[in-house]
């Protein structure tokens, strides 16, 4: 639940943040945003899904241990440099990344589940996933911005994807374990 609720949350807010830390346009944005997460991603979700399913052959545990810790430092790096060259290169190492969190969690749940209950399972896994995330992730990203714009003025969205990707540490240490 908390992959969509980072994940949601973030989608939602980092064309603004394009927008308004790095002066871009809603089209450069839009090209910046395919190019950055949308290319890179659909080739770490197919990269990463051949190296989960090799590490799922010596116990289920290691594929799931693979999720965790992989994408939040550079993604937050990505947010604080003021250079979007370098916001862009920390942002694909981050896009390779990102799309590939949903998959592992589906396979458990199939895995685990009895055969009967597996397209329950899976519905109501992603019935939350996406309840949860579409209805609470770009809240959280715009209340915790609107907090922090007294004291960091027009750094505050910045400053608030940042401290809200932090909440992806508890989501990791849930995979590790």
Same mark, same amino acid.
């Given at each position: ?11 939602? =807010?980092?064309?603004?943040f394009?927008?308004?830390?790095h &002066? !871009?346009?809603?089209? #450069?944005?839009?090209?910046? *945003? ?9 080739i770490?979700?197919l990269?990463? $899904?051949?190296? /989960? &399913?090799?590490?799922?052959h010596?116990?289920f #545990?290691?594929?799931? =241990? ?6 939040l430092?550079?993604?937050?790096? $990505?947010l604080?440099p003021g250079? !979007?060259?370098?916001?862009?290169? !920390?942002?694909?190492i981050?896009?390779? @990344?990102?799309?590939?969190?949903? $998959? ?12 009967? *209950?597996? @397209?329950?399972?899976? @519905?109501? *896994? ?7 995330? *579409? ?10 911005? &609107?907090?922090l ?16 990707? !932090?909440?992806?540490l =508890?989501?990791?240490?849930? /995979? =590790?374990?």
């Amino acid at each position: 639940m908390v992959e969509g609720l980072i994940s949601y949350g973030l989608a939602q =807010w980092l064309p603004t943040f394009f927008i308004r830390v790095h &002066d !871009l346009s809603q089209s #450069q944005t839009s090209m910046l *945003m395919a190019g950055v997460f949308g290319i890179p991603g659909s080739i770490g979700a197919l990269a990463y $899904g051949k190296w /989960f &399913d090799r590490l799922s052959h010596r116990g289920f #545990q290691h594929g799931i =241990w693979m999720v965790a810790f992989v994408t939040l430092p550079f993604f937050i790096a $990505g947010l604080l440099p003021g250079d !979007l060259l370098t916001a862009i290169l !920390l942002f694909i190492i981050s896009g390779v @990344a990102a799309n590939y969190v949903i $998959g592992p969690p589906i396979a458990m749940i199939q895995t685990l589940s009895p055969v009967q *209950m597996r @397209a329950v399972s899976s @519905a109501i *896994m992603m019935l939350c996933l996406n309840l949860i995330g *579409m209805g609470l992730g770009p809240l959280l990203v715009g209340v915790l911005s &609107d907090l922090l714009t007294p004291q960091h003025g027009e750094d505050a969205l910045s400053k608030a994807l940042a401290f809200f990707s !932090l909440v992806g540490l =508890w989501g990791s240490v849930h /995979f =590790w374990l």
